[in-house]
Each structure stands twice: as C-alpha cells, then as structure tokens.
C-alpha cells in the first residue's frame, strides 16, 4: 500500500520532466556554462586544494555535480505548488494511501531526475582531467544518489507550504544557493576566514561534497569517505522524516 502509490507519483515525475525539454536543457545547461566560464576564469588566481593535486577545473568539477543536483532536485519539487494550483495534490491527499507514499514518491521522482542528470555530467570529468577508477565511479554514483535523495527531501520541506513558484525562487536564491556557495565548491574550507569555516563545518552539503571528491580521487581513505557518507545519509533521513511530519497534517488544514 506504501511503494505502489509512491512508484506511480515518481513515475508521474519523470513524465513530466521527459515531457519539458527546456527543463533538460536547462538543468544540464546552465551547470556546465558556470562550470567552464568559472573554471577557466578562476583557474590562474586560485590555486587548487584537489585530493589529485589538479587545477581549478578539476576542483571545480565536483562543485559543479552538486549544482546539477541541487538544482533539479529542488526544482523538482515545485510540481507541489504546481499540482496544489491544479487541484491535482487535493485529490491524492483524499485518497486512501498513507501520506508518508506522498513523500516518498515525490521524492524518489526527485531522486531519479537529479541523479541521472548528474550522472551525465559525471561522464564528462575526462574533460576536466579525472581519470578515476570504476570503484570509485560506483562510490561516486553512491553519493550522488543519497544527495539527491536529501536535497529533494528539503525540498519538499520547503515547497509543502509555498503557495507561489515566486517565493520558492526567493527562497531558493536566500538560502539554498548560499548553501551551496559554501559547502566548498567553490573555494576549500581551508581558505575561508572567521566564522565562515564554523558555517560550512555545519553546512551538511559540505560532507556530501566531500565524499564525493574522495569517491573522484579515490586514494581508497576508507574512515574519511565512511564518515562523509554517514552525515550525507542522516542528512537524508532527517529530511525524510521531516517532510512525511510536515505532510501528515489534517487533511481540512492542506486544502485550505
């Protein structure tokens, strides 16, 4: 009664998706622009802090994975606010299926987008020189998938009680691209003054990050990678939990 309900809404997404290719374009797109305008232009005055020892480019080739992730797993998420101004996310709360399958499915919908996406520009990293091993491809694709598991978890969290796509983008420039800014993609958290090293210490994207550097540049550091990985997946889970609370309301108090 749980995964039929959620298999059909996550199915409902990637039809949706496949059905909007300026949503494909755009999500691989505008990574990859920022990926190479960034890299090459940052490339000569900043010098690399890679677990490879490679330039900018290769720094930033992860970074840039997780803005593929983030954004079409948040972006994903704006199908509620969509379905909510259609009536269509009314009709599956009277439904007899328990609301934690809501969750669930909208979040596996999300999963699958953004880590195919990102597996896609996964397969580009011989172009920024990363030659890395298929174990660590595997524990990379690993990563990238309890990532996009979290990610369009908190965005579920965030889109439940927005009622325009507007204030979503407001939140999604206030809080969400800040938090990628610094979890490291960027610049390494050596290199950050103050009291930004204390942020980005508790910035959660920053170990899901990190694992998936060391899953690139596997130099097989199996205590580090496990730690990064565990954070990334409690990560996941408190977002799961929080967004099935969030959805297990009355029914009279979501369709007003």
């Known amino acids: ?49 890679t677990p490879g020892g490679g330039d900018y ?5 992860p970074g840039t994975v997780m803005m593929v992730i983030l954004f079409t797993a948040i972006f994903s998420t704006i199908s509620i606010i969509e ?17 934690m399958a809501i969750v669930l499915g909208k979040i596996l919908g999300g999963t699958v987008l953004a880590s195919g996406q990102a597996l896609i520009f996964l397969l580009l990293a011989p172009l920024a020189g990363i030659s890395f091993s298929i174990a660590g491809f595997l524990l990379s694709l ?20 927005m009622s325009s796509t507007q204030g979503f983008h407001a939140i999604m420039n206030l809080f ?20 930004l090293k204390w942020i980005m210490a508790a910035n959660p994207l920053t170990y899901a990050l990190n694992a998936l550097r060391q899953g690139l540049f596997w130099r097989q550091e199996y205590a580090a990678f496990a730690t990064q990985t565990l954070v990334t997946i409690a ?10 609370r969030m959805v297990a309301k009355p029914i009279a108090a979501d369709l007003q």
């Open 1 to 49: 009664m749980l995964l039929l309900p959620a298999f059909s809404l996550a199915k409902r997404e990637l039809v949706r998706f496949l059905r909007q290719r300026n949503r494909i374009i755009g999500a691989l797109a505008t990574p990859i622009v920022f990926w190479l305008l960034i890299g090459l232009g940052m490339g000569r005055s900043f010098k690399a802090d």
């Open 57 to 61: 480019l290769q720094y930033f080739f």
């Open 83 to 99: 379905d909510r101004r259609e009536g269509f996310l009314q009709s599956v709360l009277v439904a007899p299926v328990p609301r």
């Open 142 to 161: 690993l990563v990238v998938i309890l990532t996009s598991f979290a990610l369009t978890g908190l965005g579920v969290c965030i889109a439940w009680r």
């Open 176 to 195: 969400l691209m800040p938090m990628w800014f610094l979890s490291g993609a960027l610049f390494p958290p050596s290199q950050a003054r103050g009291g």
């Open 235 to 244: 990560f996941g889970g408190v977002m799961f939990i929080l967004a099935s």
